[in-house]
């Protein structure tokens, strides 16, 4: 019927809006990593025999490698969990990962604060596209008009965090944080927990967390 129609509007409009804020923040602790890693951990080696190796590259390079490996589990892990389970899973490893810098400090430990980070970062720019791909009416995939419209602003969010974070984070760490890059990320990393909760929740108590099983079952 057309009431139930609009219904089933409003609720995915519900479910792209939460979706689309907890990308926008993921974003942002991203952008935090991509502007600050390097400076955090200038000059810390790691040294193998006569090579001296960078800690911040290697964690990076961590990253790439677990980011990879993870590409290739991501449809396996999407269908058996669900693609909103492993996401806000994905999106809190990463805040879960700042946070453990408070026990690693800008020692070696960051290597593997950096291959987590690549383990969030696929799952971060892969799943709202498959999470909304449940069109309005969830009985088939979003129309093409939500298709583009999901593309177009999921893609914004990323340039929008880069502009917030380039303007605002500098004046954060030097005048709250002291140029304590370890507090610095802690704090993104806890507000970004609790986004990640809230809408989390939300969604379950609204009903609009789990797709349809028919789409799951055929996820690309």
């Excluded at 969990?81 to 700042?98: C, D, H, R």
């Amino acid at each position: 019927s057309t009431l139930s129609s609009v219904r089933r509007e409003r609720k995915w409009r519900k479910r792209f809006v939460v979706i689309l804020v907890v990308h926008f923040v993921g974003w942002l602790a991203n952008m935090a990593q991509v502007f600050y890693w390097t400076a955090f951990l200038h000059g810390q080696t790691l040294s193998i025999g006569k090579l001296k190796l960078r800690v911040a590259y290697l964690g990076l390079a961590l990253g790439a490698v677990v980011a990879v490996s993870t590409s290739v589990l991501l449809r396996s892990l999407n269908a058996r969990f669900g693609p909103t389970v492993i996401y806000f899973v994905g999106e809190m490893i990463l805040m879960g990962a700042f946070i453990l810098l408070n026990v690693t400090g800008d020692g070696v430990g960051t290597i593997i604060v950096g291959g987590i980070s690549g383990l969030s970062y696929v799952i971060h720019v892969n799943n709202p596209f498959v999470i909304l791909r449940a069109g309005p009416n969830e009985d088939d995939d979003a129309p093409d008009k939500s298709n583009a419209w999901v593309v177009s602003l999921i893609s914004a969010a990323m340039p929008a965090a880069q502009i917030v974070v380039g303007m605002v984070s500098g004046f954060l760490l030097d005048l709250v944080f002291h140029g304590n890059f370890v507090h610095f990320f802690t704090a993104v990393g806890i507000a970004g927990l609790v986004v990640n909760l809230v809408c989390a929740t939300y969604l379950i108590k609204t009903r609009n967390f789990w797709l349809p099983p028919h789409l799951v079952e055929t996820l690309p």
